[in-house]
């Protein structure tokens, strides 16, 4: 039904897309993207091809299980991690370093994503995932389908859990199977663990947000924004990147890419608060509306509260509580009536142009760590 539920608002978002241009750089930039990602396709698929055959000699319900987990990684995506990491790198190494020798751990980061995707569908009881139906969605209905006794749906769930654990462990294994020298290696296994480590921060942030919406504020939900999908989507990838080429921690460069995939991954997370009400799912792959339909407290939303009216507020306070899709339209159109949806537009517009963070009103800021302001004054 979320499908549906903003079909006729005249706030629309659509994803960014690559359009035809005449610049030579942009042009030799793309084909340099291209072949990464055909490389990182083609390293998943080999790596993922021997991880199967291995686990099916268990069981052959384990080798199903597994080629489950393999396509949830190869069912397409635009490969943005591993590209991230990819720009980082050769900006340390230069033009004439072979890919070879770090594509393993690039890839790697598409094993990680993966991870992380298959638990938030489970935690957001989301039902479509790039147009497909999600791990847990789909396990539910072959348990269905086979007669299994139980419930299908808990099923579905432990069985998603177990793919996205899966896929935190392949991400390892893949890892480790880059040719850079170990102790350098090392030096990028902390990145890791640390892009890691602040990803489930900004996911635990985002479940308790939906359970204690009351104590959330706009600054608490970028907060979210940028541990969960800035860290691990832009900044954090950048550095990994970096290190893999023996990048120094204490270089210009890597100040840049700090400061640079924080605006850039926060730009990436309003777009997605946008998308998540006003997406076309045709577009996106998901419905829209699931935001509203669970309450999820994001940037977008804590701000329509903060600039509605009482009466306003009363109506948004329902977000959480609506299944319908007429009432989750008439709350992505009060959302766009209080100019929140504006606002985060615009502010994911100015982050993604590289403005420094927090600087809507001073001017300039050089302190990486604070995020984009949630809107001009």
Same mark, same amino acid.
């Given at each position: 039904?979320?499908?549906? !539920?903003?079909?006729?608002?005249?706030?629309?978002?659509?994803?960014?897309?690559?359009?035809?241009?005449?610049?030579?750089?942009?042009?030799?930039?793309?084909?340099?993207?291209?072949?990464?990602?055909?490389?990182?396709?083609?390293?998943?698929?080999?790596? #993922?091809?021997?991880?199967?055959?291995?686990?099916?000699?268990?069981?052959?319900?384990?080798?199903?299980?597994?080629?489950?987990? @393999?396509?949830?990684?190869?069912?397409?995506?635009? @490969?943005?991690?591993?590209?991230?990491?990819?720009?980082?790198?050769? /900006?340390?190494?230069?033009?004439?370093?072979?890919?070879?020798?770090?594509?393993?751990?690039?890839? +790697? #980061?598409? #094993?990680?994503?993966?991870?992380?995707?298959?638990?938030?569908?489970?935690?957001?009881?989301?039902?479509?995932?790039?147009?497909?139906?999600?791990?847990?969605?789909?396990?539910?209905?072959?348990?269905?389908?086979?007669?299994?006794? /139980?419930?299908?749906?808990?099923?579905?769930?432990?069985?998603?859990?177990?793919?996205?654990?899966?896929?935190?462990?392949?991400?390892?294994?893949?890892?480790?199977?880059?040719?850079?020298?170990?102790?350098?290696?090392?030096?990028? @296994?902390?990145?890791?663990?640390?892009?890691?480590?602040?990803?489930?921060?900004?996911?635990?942030?985002?479940?308790?947000?939906?359970?204690?919406?009351?104590?959330?504020?706009?600054?608490?939900? #970028?907060?979210?924004?940028?541990?969960?999908?800035?860290?691990?989507?832009?900044?954090?990838?950048?550095?990994?990147?970096? /290190?893999?080429?023996?990048?120094?921690?204490?270089?210009?460069?890597?100040?840049?890419?700090?400061?640079?995939?924080?605006?850039?991954?926060?730009?990436?997370?309003?777009?997605?608060?946008?998308?998540?009400?006003?997406?076309?799912?045709?577009?996106?792959?998901?419905?829209?509306?699931?935001?509203?339909?669970?309450?999820?407290?994001? +940037?977008?939303?804590?701000?329509?509260?903060?600039?509605?009216?009482? +009466?306003?507020?009363?109506?948004?306070?329902?977000?959480?509580?609506?299944?319908?899709?007429?009432?989750? !339209?008439?709350?992505?159109?009060?959302?766009?009536?209080?100019?929140?949806?504006?606002?985060?537009?615009?502010?994911?517009?100015?982050?993604?142009?590289?403005?420094?963070?927090?600087?809507?009103?001073?001017?300039?800021?050089?302190?990486?760590?604070?995020?984009?302001?949630?809107?001009?004054?």
């Amino acid at each position: 039904m979320a499908n549906d !539920a903003v079909a006729g608002n005249a706030f629309r978002v659509a994803p960014a897309q690559p359009g035809a241009t005449d610049d030579p750089v942009r042009g030799v930039l793309a084909a340099y993207t291209r072949d990464l990602i055909k490389g990182v396709d083609e390293t998943l698929a080999a790596f #993922l091809a021997a991880e199967v055959d291995a686990l099916t000699e268990i069981d052959a319900a384990m080798g199903g299980f597994a080629a489950t987990a @393999r396509d949830c990684v190869l069912a397409g995506g635009k @490969r943005v991690r591993p590209t991230f990491a990819y720009w980082g790198w050769r /900006g340390v190494a230069g033009g004439d370093e072979p890919l070879a020798t770090v594509l393993p751990a690039l890839a +790697a #980061l598409e #094993l990680l994503h993966t991870f992380a995707l298959v638990h938030d569908d489970v935690m957001d009881a989301s039902d479509t995932r790039r147009g497909l139906p999600t791990a847990h969605r789909a396990a539910a209905a072959r348990h269905r389908a086979a007669g299994h006794t /139980g419930d299908p749906d808990r099923y579905g769930e432990a069985v998603a859990v177990l793919i996205g654990d899966l896929c935190m462990v392949w991400a390892d294994r893949l890892m480790a199977h880059a040719t850079v020298p170990p102790a350098r290696l090392l030096d990028v @296994r902390r990145c890791y663990d640390r892009m890691r480590v602040e990803t489930v921060a900004g996911q635990f942030l985002d479940v308790l947000g939906e359970h204690d919406a009351a104590n959330w504020s706009v600054d608490r939900a #970028l907060r979210v924004a940028r541990y969960k999908t800035a860290s691990y989507t832009v900044q954090r990838p950048l550095l990994y990147g970096a /290190g893999l080429a023996g990048a120094d921690p204490d270089s210009p460069l890597i100040a840049a890419y700090t400061r640079y995939g924080l605006a850039v991954g926060e730009a990436f997370q309003l777009r997605d608060d946008l998308l998540g009400v006003y997406g076309d799912p045709a577009a996106t792959g998901k419905p829209a509306g699931d935001d509203l339909r669970t309450g999820k407290p994001t +940037a977008l939303l804590m701000l329509a509260r903060q600039l509605a009216t009482p +009466a306003q507020r009363r109506i948004l306070d329902r977000a959480g509580a609506v299944t319908a899709p007429h009432e989750m !339209a008439r709350l992505a159109e009060l959302i766009q009536d209080t100019g929140a949806a504006t606002r985060v537009d615009w502010n994911a517009s100015r982050c993604r142009a590289g403005a420094p963070a927090g600087s809507a009103s001073t001017g300039t800021s050089s302190t990486p760590a604070r995020p984009c302001s949630p809107c001009p004054t």
